[in-house]
C-alpha cells in the first residue's frame, strides 16, 4: 500500500472546496491524504487560486501533512491518482441561468437537474465526464471517480453505461439533508435510525425504521406533510411548498422534495416566475451568493470553511464525498445513499442502469441494499423517468437531434409538441459553444 493518498478534485475552484478539505482534515487520522490536486480550466483560474490559496492555509491551520498544488493541466494531475472526485458546471452559472430562464419564458419549469434545462446541463456535462474517463483509463486505471457533478444520476449511467468504467460513485446532497432532518425531528441519533431510500438521482422515496425494527415511516409523514405541518425548507434550491397530504399519505414513502416539481407543478411553476421576476432565478440568486463567498476566501486570515458557504445550496456534498473515499480505503461498509448499478436493487429498473439508492460502501464499492418494487404511484412516474434519462444520455453521447427530442417528449415537466421542440431549439443554440456533438450537422427546422 502506498504511503499516502492522492486525490485529484476536478472543478477545484468550486465553492464547495473548502468543505472538501475540511472532510478530509477531519478524517486525517484515517485516510492519509499525502497529494490534493485541485484542477480547474482556464476560465476559472482566478476562482482556483483563490480556493487554492484557502485550502492550503486550511491544511497548515490543521497540522497535517499533505501538499495541495494548483493546476490547469488535467491530465498530469490525474496521473498515478487513487481517487478523483469531479464538481464542475460546464459553461458556469451563466450557463444554469440560461438553462432556468429559457423555459420559464415559454411558461415551464426553469431548473437545473429537472426538465429542460436539466437536460441540457446533462448534454453539456456527460461528454466531458467520459473524457475524464478516458484520462482515467490511461493515467490512473486503479482510481475510483467520485461524482458530484449534476445531474449526478445521468452522469453515473454516463460513465457505467457508455464509459465501461465500473470504479464509479455519483452522489447527492438530498438524502443526506433528509436523514439529518429527519432524525432530529424524530429526536433520534442518526446511527439509530435505519433509512431506506430507492429511486434515481432528484425521483426517490425512502422508508425509515428504528433500532428496535418499528417503521416510523407513516409518523415521519403526518409530522412533515401532514395537514397541520410546516415542512420547512429539506435544500437550498426548493423553496417552503406543501405536498397533497392524503396523496402523500397514500404513497406510504417520503417523497424527495423535487417531487414538488412532479406532484405539484403548476405552483412551482407559479413561484419559480414570481421568484424570476422579483429576485432572478436561482442561478442569478447563487451568482451573487458565490461572488460573496469568494470575497471571503480572499481573506488571508481564514483557514476554515465559513458557515455562509451552507447558503449556497449543496450542503454536505463535499463532506459525503470524504466519507464515501474513506470507506472504500478502509472497507467500513458505511450506509450511505448513492448513484450506483441497480444490480437487481430496484426490481422496477433495467439491471445494469443507475439507481440512487441505500448502499453499503465498501473496498469494492457500492453494495446496494435489495429495495424491492414500488407500488404502481412511485412505479409509473420512476419508469417513465429512467426513459426520459436513458435517452437524455444517449442524445449527450450521440448529438442525435431527434433523440434529444425524444427525451424532451418524454420528460413530464416539458410540454410536448412544436413548444418542445422550440424550446430545445433555443437551448441548443444558446449553449452551442458547449454542444459541438449536435452542430456537426444542422439542426432539423422546426415544424419539421
Known sequence: MKKGLKIVTIGGGSSYTPELI??????????????????????????????????????????IDCDVHLTLDRRHALQDADFVTTQFRVGLLQARIKDEAIPLKHGMIGQETN????????????????????????????????????????????????????????????????????????????????????????????????KDGGEVTAELIDKLYGPDADPGKIVENIR?????????????????????????????????LEEAQHEGTRGQVVKKLEESLFELYKDPNLDYKPKELEQRGGAYYSDAACEIINSIYNNKGTQM??????????SDLP?????????????????????????????????????????TVEAAVTGDYATALQAFTLNPLVTSGDIAKVVLDELLEAHKAYLPQFFSKELAPVGD
Open 22 to 63: 475540511e472532510g478530509f482534515i477531519k478524517r486525517h487520522a484515517e485516510l492519509p491524504v499525502r497529494e490534493l490536486w485541485l484542477v480547474d480550466i482556464e476560465a476559472g483560474k482566478e476562482k482556483l487560486e483563490i480556493v487554492g490559496e484557502m485550502a492550503k492555509r486550511m491544511v497548515k491551520a490543521a497540522g
Open 337 to 346: 445513499v448513492v448513484n450506483t448499478r441497480n444490480r437487481g436493487s430496484v
Open 115 to 210: 426538465g429542460a434545462g436539466g437536460m441540457l446541463k446533462a448534454f453539456r456535462t456527460i461528454p466531458v465526464v467520459l473524457g475524464i474517463v478516458e484520462d482515467m483509463k490511461e493515467l490512473c486505471p486503479n482510481a475510483w471517480l467520485i461524482n458530484f457533478t449534476n445531474p449526478a444520476g445521468m452522469v453515473t449511467e454516463a460513465v457505467l453505461r457508455y464509459g465501461q468504467w465500473e470504479k464509479v460513485i455519483g452522489l447527492c446532497n438530498v438524502p443526506v439533508m433528509a436523514v439529518k432532518t429527519e432524525s432530529a425531528l424524530l429526536q433520534k441519533e442518526e446511527k439509530d435510525l435505519f433509512f431506506k431510500f430507492a429511486g434515481i438521482n432528484h425521483l426517490h422515496w425512502h422508508r425509515v425504521y428504528d
Open 351 to 391: 439491471y445494469d442502469s443507475a439507481v440512487e439508492v441505500t448502499s453499503l460502501i465498501t473496498a469494492h464499492g457500492a453494495e446496494p441494499v435489495h429495495f424491492g418494487a414500488f407500488p404502481p404511484a412511485q412505479r409509473g412516474l420512476l419508469q417513465v423517468m429512467k426513459a426520459m434519462e436513458e435517452l
Open 240 to 272: 417552503d411548498m406543501r405536498f397533497l397530504s392524503d396523496q402523500i399519505a397514500q404513497l406510504g414513502m417520503l417523497p424527495c422534495p423535487y417531487h414538488r416539481y412532479y406532484y405539484m407543478t403548476g405552483n412551482m411553476l407559479q413561484e419559480e
